[in-house]
């Protein structure tokens, strides 16, 4: 299959060297300056500054990027970390002030109004004067600062390790035998897993507390109430409002939350336990041992480019493609950052994609979930300008969640056991249910920890607590492990590196519900749905992008409850 392989190449560069590398803002500046001298004396001119705008960003953003990856990579590793750091210090703020006078300069043009007729352009424009709308210059340090400080959480994280049975194991490695049908074992390890957690707890709120009052005052600088509304413009949310997301909660609430009450009463039942406790959460209930759908990140890879290339030969042959070219990097170790993602590589076209695998099937999900980025990214490569590939969360989720569903039609190739397919696909089924709160939750708790700043930290753990309980079922038992709970949220990225990004997952994942609904019924149609949504990129609104799939971009509680019917449809039938 490899040697059928046409690996991408990157486009030819028009307006900078081939050769061109981002070594400092020096380098940099006279591109910047061509830009803002540049004449523009009609719309081709225009337009020719946008692609030369586009290819700089492109080089700069790709440049970056691999900056981070190799830091997320090798936390330990001081020279990615401060070649990082380098570029946040000494570049990125110079670049913010040029951008807003870039972005003043297209504005002023008497041809942008013409070019706004044009596909894709008048979303591009719209974000433009939205940018020049929310720019002061004096958040620039602090943008710098707030960049500064997220990163600490990465390598406090990082560091974290538990020893068990003489062995030292990451968080992540650790948390598998929460599966282990020996429920002693499982306690152990949740206390040691907590433990370990809890020892950095003080300095986890401060540097969130640090975070919280950065990102207030750049707020304020630019004349919003709160960090909330700021970012709500900043992320370029046009098509819903807080109140929508307050509505979404509440009918998660509703109608989501009692069937986890169900799931808990059922897994209770079938455990045989007088309390079901947190470390009984993971385990399979029947006292299977947990599912293992691969034994490391070569069978992981392989796998899942056969799933992908079942599916459709392209979708396979992108995920061949990154493999040959080195942008996987998927098994669990000492010294790597947390979580996972799919990083675009936005010159070149072809992502990477980061996790931290250890044969779970979560781990199979995570790679299905990052696959299907890494899907969009290529189905969005030739688009004209970088902006029209750079869709908003709302869509960027919908590719990933949509693609853990359709691919469970071939899961066969991770379990040849038709009991254990099963299994699979029922365990993936309740948890994208029990998902859904969780993404209310932390999405509440954003609400609430922004509209209120000034905060202090008994206030934080009494309001995490009361939004919690809002939104976890009523049945675990937390006795005597309230510190357990009160930090459970510093687990969360999100929160410290990613602000108020995390409705998206709820949004996309009623929407990914949707498209796999279509795909159940007509798998070739609901594909086809599926990949014309994602090549739009960001040429249409995120409505318009949802119909391109034949789904609706609604998250009322009618809709929901809908939707919820279907998944237990699905489950019955297993």
Not at 58 to 68: K, P
Not at 228 to 255: N, V, W
Not at 376 to 384: G, I, Y
């Amino acid at each position: 299959m490899i040697a059928e392989l046409e690996i991408p190449k990157r486009p030819v560069r028009r307006f900078l060297a081939e050769d061109f590398k981002v070594t400092s803002w020096e380098a940099l500046k006279p591109f910047f300056d061509d830009l803002l001298e540049r004449k523009l004396e009609s719309i081709s001119d225009l337009k020719d500054w946008f692609r030369d705008r586009s290819e700089l960003e492109s080089v700069i953003g790709e440049d970056l990027a691999w900056r981070y990856i190799k830091m997320t990579c090798y936390t330990e590793n001081e020279g990615f970390r401060n070649h990082y750091q380098d570029f946040i210090e000494n570049i990125q703020p110079r670049i913010a002030p040029v951008s807003d006078k870039l972005n003043k300069k297209a504005a002023s043009s008497p041809f942008l109004n013409d070019l706004a007729h044009s596909e894709g352009y008048d979303l591009m424009i719209r974000s433009l004067k939205k940018d020049i709308e929310i720019f002061r210059e004096e958040n620039v340090p602090l943008f710098t600062q707030i960049s500064t400080e997220a990163q600490k959480y990465q390598q406090i994280s990082g560091a974290m390790t538990v020893e068990i049975d003489g062995k030292e194991l990451t968080l992540q490695q650790a948390a598998v035998l929460l599966m282990s049908t020996d429920r002693k074992l499982r306690e152990d390890v949740y206390h040691k897993i907590t433990d370990r957690r809890l020892q950095d707890r003080e300095e986890l709120d401060k540097l969130f507390s640090t975070l919280i009052d950065l990102r207030h005052r750049v707020s304020t600088n630019a004349s919003f109430k709160n960090f909330r509304d700021y970012m709500f413009k900043s992320l370029g949310r046009f098509d819903y409002t807080p109140q929508d997301c307050f509505d979404f909660h509440d009918a998660i609430q509703h109608e989501v939350v009692p069937i986890l009450d169900e799931f808990s009463k059922e897994r209770k039942r079938a455990l045989e336990v007088d309390a079901l406790r947190p470390w009984d959460k993971a385990v399979d209930p029947e006292g299977r041992e947990a599912l293992k759908p691969f034994t490391n990140g070569h069978e992981l890879t392989e796998r899942t480019i056969e799933v992908f290339r079942r599916l459709d030969p392209f979708l396979g042959q992108c995920l061949a493609i990154m493999k040959e070219m080195g942008h996987l990097d998927l098994e669990s170790r000492k010294g790597k950052a947390p979580g996972g993602y799919n990083y675009p590589l936005s010159e070149i076209g072809v992502p990477f994609i980061f996790m931290n695998a250890t044969s779970t099937l979560r781990d199979l999900v995570t790679i299905m979930h990052e696959g299907g980025h890494a899907i969009h990214n290529f189905l969005t490569r030739d688009l004209e300008l970088n902006d029209f590939k750079s869709t908003p969360s709302e869509v960027a989720e919908l590719a990933s969640m949509s693609m853990e569903l359709i691919s469970m039609d071939h899961w066969d190739v991770f379990f040849s056991d038709e009991n254990e397919l099963k299994r699979a696909k029922r365990e993936h089924l309740e948890d994208l249910i029990e998902t859904l709160p969780w993404v209310a939750t932390i999405d509440r708790y954003q609400h609430w920890l922004y509209e209120n700043p000034t905060h202090g930290l008994d206030e934080r753990k009494k309001n995490w607590n009361r939004i919690f309980d809002q939104f976890a079922d009523t049945i675990t038992d937390w006795s005597g492990l309230q510190d357990a709970k009160d930090y459970l949220w510093q687990k969360q990225l999100h929160l410290y590196e990613v602000p108020f990004y995390y409705i998206e997952y709820g949004m996309a994942q009623l929407g990914a519900i949707a498209v796999w609904r279509n795909f159940r019924r007509d798998p070739a149609q609901g594909l086809a749905g599926y990949q014309s949504a994602l090549k739009l990129g960001y040429t249409k609104s995120i409505p318009e992008i949802y119909k391109a799939a034949n789904i609706k971009f609604d998250f009322s509680r009618p809709y929901i409850k809908e939707l919820m019917n279907f998944v237990r449809e699905e489950l019955a039938k297993i």
